[in-house]
């Protein structure tokens, strides 16, 4: 071990930490990459088979294609 690491460990290792974030996340005002929304970005939807190493056959899209604001 380098003397730089373990004078880091001695300094942070076992100690209580500052966390400057914690104030803002604790009154909700935290800012999170799902908050950010930028001009054109598109959500997505995954949908899973309640089946297990069940093999897919068809998709059928019509439904999703004729709701509105769906981009294909």
Known sequence: MSGDT???ERRFVGKPLH???D???LQG???FVDDLA???ALWC???RSPHA???IVRIDTTAARA???VVV
């Open 67 to 69: 709701a509105p604001a």
């Open 29 to 31: 005002k935290g800012r």
């Open 45 to 47: 939807a995954f949908v």
């Open 19 to 21: 966390r400057r974030e």
């Open 6 to 8: 373990a004078e880091i």
């Open 23 to 25: 104030a803002r996340l």
């Open 53 to 55: 190493h069940a093999r």
């Open 38 to 40: 930028p001009p054109g």
